[in-house]
Nanobody, 118 residues
Framework: QVQFAESGGGVVQAGGSLRLSCAAR???????????MGWYRQAPGRQRELVAS???????NHVDSVKGRFTISRNNARKSLYLQMDNLKPEDTGVYYC?????????WGQGTQVTVWV
């Protein structure tokens, strides 16, 4: 059973930066490499949403609200996923999760909390 563990969240002032990491545990490299991976965000009182995704060979997409500020990347050899977040805004506050796209209910981890204050 594949597990994903997110880390790197924190409390940051608006305009600051954070780098999130996601490690795939109990997964062989070929399994992780087969997935298109995504970062999802759940803001307080809102549904979880996909904010960025990256295909096996690196083709990436970002939703308009984070485009130009967030960058998703992956290291297949390390079975890891990353999200570089720059120029953070209060509306970026939420719990961030990694999961394949489309997501699997079995793979949701604990997430990592990002809080942006003005």
């Amino acid at each position: 059973q594949v597990q994903f563990a997110e880390s790197g969240g924190g409390v940051v002032q608006a305009g600051g930066s954070l780098r999130l990491s996601c490690a795939a545990r109990r997964a062989i490299t070929s399994t992780f490499n087969a997935y298109t991976m995504g970062w999802y965000r759940q803001a307080p009182g809102r549904q979880r949403e996909l904010v960025a995704s990256i295909e096996r060979l690196g083709n990436a997409n970002h939703v308009d609200s984070v485009k130009g500020r967030f960058t998703i990347s992956r290291n297949n050899a390390r079975k890891s996923l990353y999200l570089q977040m720059d120029n953070l805004k209060p509306e970026d506050t939420g719990v961030y999760y990694c999961n394949p796209v489309p997501p699997s209910g079995d793979y949701w981890g604990q997430g990592t909390q990002v809080t942006v204050w003005v």
